[in-house]
């Protein structure tokens, strides 16, 4: 179970490159958000953010593919991290870093810390 996040303690940032009726469902794409590399996964009508590099060797994920439960699998090595928590879902130790993210119209924003 996620922690419920206080939003108000992020500052909002529109991911100018992306319009999330472009996303295709399953889809992993890389942005740019303050200056932070953030990969993004829109499943049906639900969008994820989370840091773009691998937190076990800094493969680039959204080079990866999401398993039969919808889990992001990492292109290098195969672990698997669920992209709305980051938990590593094959027991490596592993967290994957997200974001809180937003959909405004037909804008994306993610919420970065400070
Ligand atoms: S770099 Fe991702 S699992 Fe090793």
Redesign the pocket.
């Known amino acids: 179970m996620s922690t419920p996040r206080d939003l108000s303690l992020f500052s909002w940032h529109h991911a100018h490159d992306v319009a999330f009726s472009s996303m295709n469902s399953g889809q992993l794409m890389q942005t740019t958000v303050a200056d932070r590399a953030i990969g993004l996964l829109r499943r049906d009508d639900s969008i994820f953010a989370f840091t773009a590099r ?1 937190p ?4 680039p994920m959204c080079d990866g593919w999401l398993d039969a439960k919808g889990h992001i699998v ?1 292109p ?4 698997r991290f669920d992209p709305a928590t980051g938990r590593n879902t094959t027991g490596e130790g592993y967290k994957l870093f997200t974001y809180p993210v937003q959909v405004r119209g037909d804008e994306v924003w993610v919420g970065i810390m400070g």
């Open positions: 691998c076990h060797a800094g493969a990492c290098l090595h195969k672990y």
